[in-house]
């Protein structure tokens, strides 16, 4: 089977381009799409059988559970049990966006999709092509990232692309996603709420909102991670990511030390800042085989919506080694961070 590409202009959506789209996944089959945050690997969430082809394709672990996207908000009542007013003010500042919420679910939830827990976790994705799809496909879609299990998330059609032809019958290619980092997984089933992932909506803006929020102990060193996904490794790429870390100065110099011992045969990938790149110097730029710039420390959103395809790059162009600037851990940084802590840990 070839996969089917179907380009569409989030800026003109036209219904019956989606359609063909929307009959595969009433059918029961897998179809790839644009979010905001990655692309997602979709099928009708109230499908048993057509999510368990989700987990046969991506080779994912069947305990660990997947997102269901809903487009509006009347829906979310299909799914959930129960709607606290944490909830109530998620939805009103946060969605469509890229956070996800855990919930109570309801019965018609197959075990399937939410890998045996008694919860659910619910998104309504910002990204226009996302919402029309749901709304036309008529059912409320679950989508893990779309890429095969423990590689980089996809933030272009062609990462999904890498990873899935042959393998799914279709792939709707939306352009560049804007955020680059999955969505922050927010479990609101105790009585204060707990990052459980985090993502695209930080931990200060929800702190504003709901006040007091927790990290989950998963997100602190040595710890067993609540939310399931996150015990597996993860966004890796093939090469090894060595991290850099210190003052701006101290990153250059650690990117000049590896250049300069660097062994006959071994390629080696930066994933850096502009400002790093700009101060290494042509000289050392040469001995890298892959240089990817992230934009500069000035616009860590924009650096962290380009880390995923910086590490694909770096697979691309056969990196042994990839070394990969970190970011202060601060807004949008600890979803960078966590990202890039687990592709450097294998
Ligand atoms: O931005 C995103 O969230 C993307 C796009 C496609 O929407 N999706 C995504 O899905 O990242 P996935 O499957 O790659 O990650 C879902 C995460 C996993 O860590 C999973 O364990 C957690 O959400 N999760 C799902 N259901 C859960 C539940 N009931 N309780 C706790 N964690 C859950
Ligand atoms: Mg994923």
Redesign the pocket.
């Known amino acids: 089977m070839e996969t089917k590409k179907i380009v569409i202009n989030p800026n003109d959506i036209q219904d019956s381009l989606l359609e063909e789209a929307a009959e595969l996944l009433r059918r029961g089959k897998v179809v790839a799409f644009p979010?905001e945050?990655?692309?997602?690997l979709g099928a009708d969430a109230l499908n048993a059988d057509a999510c368990r082809e989700i987990f046969a394709v991506k080779g994912r672990p069947a305990d660990?559970?997947?997102?269901v996207?809903i487009a509006d908000i009347t829906d979310v009542h299909r799914v959930v049990r129960q709607w606290p007013q944490q909830a109530q003010l998620c939805f009103e500042n946060f969605w469509p966006g890229?956070l996800?919420l855990?919930l109570p679910k309801q019965a018609i939830v197959p075990d399937t999709v939410?890998?045996g827990?008694d919860?659910?976790?619910v998104?309504m994705?910002s990204h226009p092509i996302a919402l029309a799809l749901i709304r036309v496909t008529g059912r409320p879609l679950a989508?893990?990232?779309a890429n095969i299990s423990g590689k980089p998330?996809p933030t272009e059609a062609e990462h999904v692309w890498q990873d899935f032809n042959g393998r799914i019958p279709l792939l709707i290619d939306g352009g560049t996603c804007s955020v680059g980092l999955?969505?922050t997984?927010l479990?609101l089933t105790g009585p204060i709420p707990v990052i459980?992932?985090p993502?695209g909506v930080t931990r200060e803006q929800l702190a504003g909102v709901l006040g007091r929020v927790e990290l989950d102990k998963a997100l602190r060193p040595e710890q067993q991670p609540?939310?399931?996904?996150?015990k597996y490794r993860h966004y890796a790429p093939e090469g090894q990511v060595v991290l850099l870390n210190g003052s701006h100065s101290e990153k250059v110099r650690q990117v000049q030390a590896r250049l300069d011992s660097k062994r006959d045969g071994c390629r080696y990938g930066l994933v850096a800042m502009q400002e790093t790149i700009t101060a290494l110097g042509q000289e050392h730029l040469d001995k890298a085989e892959a240089v990817f710039n992230l934009g500069s420390a000035q616009n860590p959103e924009e650096a962290a919506s380009r880390l995923f395809a910086g590490l694909r790059y770096c697979d691309e162009q056969k990196a042994d080694i990839i070394l990969a600037e970190e970011m202060p851990i601060d807004g949008i940084g600890l979803a960078f961070m966590n990202r890039l802590r687990k592709a450097a840990s294998k």
């Open positions: 979010t945050t990655v692309y997602g660990n559970p997947l997102i996207h890229p996800t855990v939410s890998g827990l919860t659910v976790a998104r994705p989508a893990p990232s998330s999955e969505s997984v479990d459980l992932r993502g609540k939310a399931p996904g996150m």
